[in-house]
């Protein structure tokens, strides 16, 4: 083993609530590495859509928004299996940026501010042995006095902590597997459509460059009846909702091939392993396309760090962290997880959600109480 290198805070994941929590500790002197398997900058399975609850925190790390001309979305859409739909505005509202762009700058203002962005680089554990975690990468050893993870959705580090969720075996229909592309076609701007079909929903809204970002999920169970094709359940599933169907016959397709993931659960999870801080994705997962995931991570990394950083400076003990943040990530988080779970559970059976569109259409305020309960204030 190499010998080990120490830091006040290591990191495992460099998305964006990994990315965010490094640049406010750094931004504050603390030594912060950040491990991320991929290298920047590289394409997410994702909605790609921002409430305007995190503009502002964005623009405060240093992300130039004003300059970068992304859409504004104001309106949203939701459609039926039937073809039945909603048209209503969104109380907040949001922009669009694809994750390759907005992922890669932030590691590089990570870099700028002082963080070690360690790319192509795998975890293989993380373990505390006090006063230290010891994060262990191949041959390498760091030690730090606090781990981090902001992992995604299923993780090897999730199998090595024995992690409730991980030991469940789920029910077919709770495992989810997400389709992703970036595409051109003819679509509003300043809209974000919510189609859906038999057990799944597909995400339709506008990124930079004139590109749309085109995501959808569906069960586990489709695509096994499909004998595991994407292209067999997009023609015998997806396209069965009329408006998916004009949009893949009419759209121009950026990728080669789908980005795809699979095995994607959203159990309850714990923000606390092994003294391991867990944030984004491996904190808890909102549905995504019926909640608003990437601002929760970003959020969820200002509460990591308004509670780190006393911890850092020995205000706090480590313990009075660890319950302090857990509570407040709740109260931040528990009611939009659990709303978005109701939504998850409305969408994508062809009767409840047909039925469920016809009876909101003639109640405008509902449906606002629903957008809003995936939504939360300015952080």
Not at 143 to 162: E, V
Not at 325 to 349: D, E, P
Request: contains cysteine; glycine residues 8%; proline residues 4%.
């Amino acid at each position: 083993m190499t010998a080990a290198t120490t830091y006040d805070v290591a990191i495992t994941g460099g998305g964006l609530a990994g990315l965010c929590l490094s640049i406010q500790l750094a931004k504050e002197g603390s030594r912060v590495v950040v491990f991320e398997k991929e290298k920047y900058p590289f394409h997410k399975v994702c909605g790609e859509y921002i409430s305007m609850e995190s503009r502002d925190f964005l623009e405060e790390l240093g992300v130039p928004l004003h300059s970068w001309n992304l859409p504004k979305i104001s309106r949203l859409m939701v459609s039926s299996p039937s073809g039945t739909a909603i048209h209503h505005r969104l109380p907040l509202g949001g922009f669009g940026i694809s994750r390759y762009k907005l992922d890669a700058f932030l590691a590089g203002l990570a870099r700028s501010v002082g963080v070690d962005v360690m790319e192509g680089t795998k975890v293989d554990n993380v373990q505390f042995n006090d006063p230290y975690s010891v994060i262990q990468c191949g041959a390498i050893i760091y030690h730090a006095r606090l781990a981090c993870g902001a992992f995604g959705k299923r993780s090897n580090l999730d199998i090595k902590l024995k992690r409730d969720f991980i030991r469940q075996k789920p029910r077919k229909r709770a495992n989810y597997v997400a389709v992703k592309y970036h595409i051109k076609t003819d679509f509003p701007t300043d809209c974000i459509a919510l189609h859906n079909f038999k057990n799944g929903y597909c995400g339709l809204s506008r990124i930079e460059e004139e590109k749309y970002c085109l995501c959808y999920m569906t069960t586990a169970q489709n695509l096994e009846n499909c004998n595991h094709s994407i292209s067999r359940l997009e023609q015998e599933i997806v396209r069965r909702n009329s408006y998916l169907d004009k949009i893949f016959g009419a759209a121009t397709f950026l990728y080669r091939s789908p980005l795809t993931i699979s095995q994607v659960n959203f159990q309850p999870k714990t923000q606390i392993e092994d003294h391991i801080l867990l944030t984004g994705d491996a904190a808890g997962m909102i549905p995504p396309l019926s909640g608003n995931g990437m601002s929760m991570a970003m959020h969820g990394s200002r509460i990591a760090f308004q509670q780190i950083r006393p911890f850092l400076e020995g205000k706090i003990s480590r313990q009075e962290m660890e319950e302090t943040y857990q509570s407040k990530w709740n109260a931040a988080f528990r009611q939009r997880l659990k709303t978005g779970r109701f939504i998850q559970q409305l969408f994508g059976r062809d009767w409840v959600t047909n039925g469920f569109i016809k009876i909101m259409q003639p109640f405008p305020a509902l449906i606002d109480r629903l957008i809003r309960g995936t939504h939360g204030d300015s952080f």
